[in-house]
């Protein structure tokens, strides 16, 4: 495990402000799949207003009659209706990640990062507008399109740029910034679900995202990586030396990137040879470069006589060597969600507002920070610990306090249920917050990653829209706080399917050697 010196030794402000600004749009995705919580009642015509009174008293005074006229002040939804509008954003969230991928490779992470925004301004303003449920339902699926994008690409781009030693930590900044936007949303909705305030929660969104887009055309830096892997040697070089500054040696890290060293090094070559030329000091110019020329291309033949070997979606289930890690990444996917997660994220204030009153919002903003929180704190302990003890302490605490809860929503204990969402919370966050993510590039080889993605991304979107679009209709049907009782069962399940089906990748070098095939070859995580 890197020391806490060594994972700060190469950060400059630059790498610090644009990996503050690729991640809002994993800040996004949090707000979005919060943005509804706490003004669920007042969206839905069950109550004018939730959170702060003072504030309600204060913001009587400021709302725009004009708007009111012009939009409805509510939208009248049973809980089916309102779990299509939650849920639907998974969905779009599902079609954005399976297809940000292949534009990322061919297009760059930056531009994929900047097309990503105009999904959210979009969604967010057909939202914010929306008269009916079904234009309601259109913002949101728009919405999850750069959700869903975001969640790919940025985890891809952190890898890519964070400092050797250090990515697992710097990789929990997807995880960290979908809490802070979690955050965001809860502490808006807490001041701002009353009237037709709500709709200003919604536009918030499309606010923060053109904040985004400007940053990344402004001061956004591609991938140093990808760069080198496209055959643009000496712009790579440039773009890592600007993210670590002018004093690191960078030279080891460029070696590390592996198979295009052939690539970048013949472009270097290619450059130089074409300043000798032009300066008159290379008489052997025109023949060398050509050489050099051929050289390329057969660099990138070669490059892309790799890229055939990877094994797509459906042979990644044939193939005997990928299909156990296959089994096992979806199943810690759908641990994520299925233990019940976004229950509080997502229904959280409505759900507790019987027992809670109007602190069921305010509660909602502690668990959000307290994710935030635990998250960060959390963040060292794959690598200290190992992947696998963090996936089973998370579910064994997710699955006590699932117990807890229900009891305490059930016998009317509302310190008891408090304590039990906080706690449930930081579960999720020591282990099935941010683990799944990595293991599902650490159990395949490469020729497998991208297929192995696909499936992990499927999983985790389809279960969230499952728990999304039926939690409110089972907890409907079904006696107070029992529904945590099933989450429970699950947890349990989970926890008895990781212990026996899922290897540990802590210190393992490779996916041969994390299912025992393969010699030790150490990796430093």
Same mark, same amino acid.
């Given at each position: 495990?890197?020391?806490?010196?060594?994972?700060?030794?190469?950060?400059?402000?630059?790498?610090?402000?644009?990996?503050?600004?690729?991640?809002?749009?994993?800040?996004?995705?949090?707000?979005?799949?919060?943005?509804?919580?706490?003004?669920?009642?007042?969206?839905?015509?069950?109550?004018?207003?939730?959170?702060?009174?003072?504030?309600?008293?204060?913001?009587?005074?400021?709302?725009?009659?004009?708007?009111?006229?012009?939009?409805?002040?509510?939208?009248?939804?049973?809980?089916?209706?309102?779990?299509?509008?939650?849920?639907?954003?998974?969905?779009?969230?599902?079609?954005?990640?399976?297809?940000?991928?292949?534009?990322?490779?061919?297009?760059?992470?930056?531009?994929?990062?900047?097309?990503?925004?105009?999904?959210?301004?979009?969604?967010?303003?057909?939202?914010?507008?929306?008269?009916?449920?079904?234009?309601?339902?259109?913002?949101?699926?728009?919405?999850?399109?750069?959700?869903?994008?975001?969640?790919?690409?940025?985890?891809?781009?952190?890898?890519?740029?964070?400092?050797?030693?250090?990515?697992?930590?710097?990789?929990?900044?997807?995880?960290?910034?979908?809490?802070?936007?979690?955050?965001?949303?809860?502490?808006?909705?807490?001041?701002?679900?009353?009237?037709?305030?709500?709709?200003?929660?919604?536009?918030?969104?499309?606010?923060?995202?053109?904040?985004?887009?400007?940053?990344?055309?402004? /001061?956004?830096?591609?991938?140093?990586?990808?760069?080198?892997?496209?055959?643009?040697?000496?712009?790579?070089?440039?773009?890592?030396?600007?993210?670590?500054?002018?004093?690191?040696?960078?030279?080891?890290?460029?070696?590390?990137?592996?198979?295009?060293?052939?690539?970048?090094?013949?472009?270097?070559?290619?450059?130089?040879?074409?300043?000798?030329?032009?300066?008159?000091?290379?008489?052997?110019?025109?023949?060398?470069?050509?050489?050099?020329e051929d050289g390329v291309h057969q660099a990138k033949?070669?490059?892309?006589?790799?890229?055939?070997?990877?094994?797509?979606?459906?042979?990644?289930?044939?193939?005997?060597?990928?299909?156990?890690?296959?089994?096992?990444?979806?199943?810690?996917?759908?641990?994520?969600?299925?233990?019940?997660?976004?229950?509080?994220?997502?229904?959280?204030?409505?759900?507790?507002?019987?027992?809670?009153e109007s602190n069921s919002a305010l509660l909602n903003?502690?668990?959000?920070?307290?994710?935030?929180?635990?998250?960060?704190?959390?963040?060292?302990?794959?690598?200290?610990?190992?992947?696998?003890?963090?996936?089973?302490?998370?579910?064994?605490?997710?699955?006590?306090?699932?117990?807890?809860?229900?009891?305490?929503?059930?016998?009317?204990?509302?310190?008891?249920?408090?304590?039990?969402?906080?706690?449930?919370?930081?579960?999720?966050?020591?282990?099935?917050?941010?683990?799944?993510?990595?293991?599902?590039?650490?159990?395949?080889?490469?020729?497998?990653?991208?297929?192995?993605?696909?499936?992990?991304?499927?999983?985790?979107?389809?279960?969230?829209?499952?728990?999304?679009?039926?939690?409110?209709?089972?907890?409907?049907?079904?006696?107070?706080?029992?529904?945590?009782?099933?989450?429970?069962?699950?947890?349990?399940?989970?926890?008895?399917?990781?212990?026996?089906?899922?290897?540990?990748?802590?210190?393992?070098?490779?996916?041969?050697?994390?299912? /025992?095939?393969?010699?030790?070859?150490?990796?430093?995580?």
């Amino acid at each position: 495990m890197p020391s806490r010196s060594g994972m700060f030794k190469d950060l400059t402000p630059r790498f610090v402000f644009v990996l503050f600004i690729s991640t809002i749009g994993p800040l996004l995705f949090g707000y979005h799949l919060a943005e509804l919580n706490a003004p669920q009642d007042v969206i839905t015509c069950v109550r004018k207003s939730i959170g702060a009174s003072a504030w309600t008293r204060l913001t009587t005074h400021f709302r725009s009659r004009d708007a009111e006229n012009l939009l409805p002040q509510c939208i009248p939804m049973d809980p089916g209706q309102f779990g299509l509008v939650s849920s639907i954003f998974t969905l779009g969230g599902l079609v954005g990640a399976l297809t940000a991928g292949p534009v990322s490779a061919k297009q760059g992470r930056l531009r994929a990062m900047i097309y990503n925004t105009s999904f959210y301004i979009v969604g967010a303003v057909i939202e914010a507008f929306a008269p009916n449920l079904s234009t309601l339902v259109i913002g949101r699926v728009i919405s999850g399109l750069g959700a869903g994008a975001s969640l790919v690409v940025v985890p891809i781009w952190i890898s890519e740029t964070a400092p050797p030693g250090a990515k697992g930590f710097w990789g929990a900044g997807t995880q960290i910034m979908t809490n802070v936007g979690i955050l965001i949303a809860q502490v808006l909705g807490y001041f701002l679900s009353r009237g037709s305030l709500w709709r200003f929660i919604l536009l918030a969104a499309g606010m923060i995202a053109f904040i985004q887009a400007v940053g990344l055309l402004l /001061g956004g830096q591609e991938s140093p990586k990808w760069l080198a892997e496209n055959g643009r040697g000496s712009d790579a070089k440039r773009a890592l030396r600007r993210l670590r500054g002018h004093a690191a040696d960078i030279e080891e890290e460029i070696n590390g990137w592996g198979t295009h060293d052939s690539a970048r090094d013949l472009d270097d070559e290619r450059e130089a040879l074409m300043g000798a030329e032009d300066n008159g000091v290379n008489k052997q110019g025109d023949n060398l470069g050509n050489a050099v020329e051929d050289g390329v291309h057969q660099a990138k033949s070669i490059s892309k006589d790799v890229a055939k070997n990877a094994l797509g979606v459906f042979d990644v289930l044939k193939d005997p060597n990928s299909r156990p890690a296959i089994v096992a990444v979806m199943g810690v996917m759908l641990a994520q969600q299925l233990c019940g997660i976004n229950s509080i994220v997502m229904y959280g204030v409505s759900l507790l507002a019987g027992l809670l009153e109007s602190n069921s919002a305010l509660l909602n903003i502690l668990v959000a920070v307290l994710n935030i929180f635990v998250t960060t704190a959390a963040a060292p302990l794959p690598d200290k610990i190992g992947r696998k003890a963090c996936l089973l302490i998370s579910i064994a605490g997710m699955g006590t306090n699932s117990i807890l809860l229900g009891i305490g929503i059930m016998k009317q204990i509302p310190l008891l249920s408090a304590i039990a969402v906080l706690l449930f919370v930081a579960s999720f966050g020591i282990g099935l917050g941010p683990v799944p993510f990595i293991l599902s590039s650490e159990l395949v080889g490469p020729e497998a990653v991208g297929a192995t993605q696909s499936w992990a991304l499927a999983a985790n979107w389809v279960s969230t829209f499952a728990v999304a679009q039926f939690f409110p209709l089972v907890n409907a049907n079904l006696p107070a706080g029992h529904v945590y009782f099933l989450f429970a069962g699950f947890a349990l399940f989970f926890g008895i399917f990781v212990a026996w089906r899922v290897p540990e990748t802590r210190g393992k070098g490779n996916a041969d050697e994390v299912w /025992g095939k393969g010699k030790v070859v150490a990796r430093e995580d």
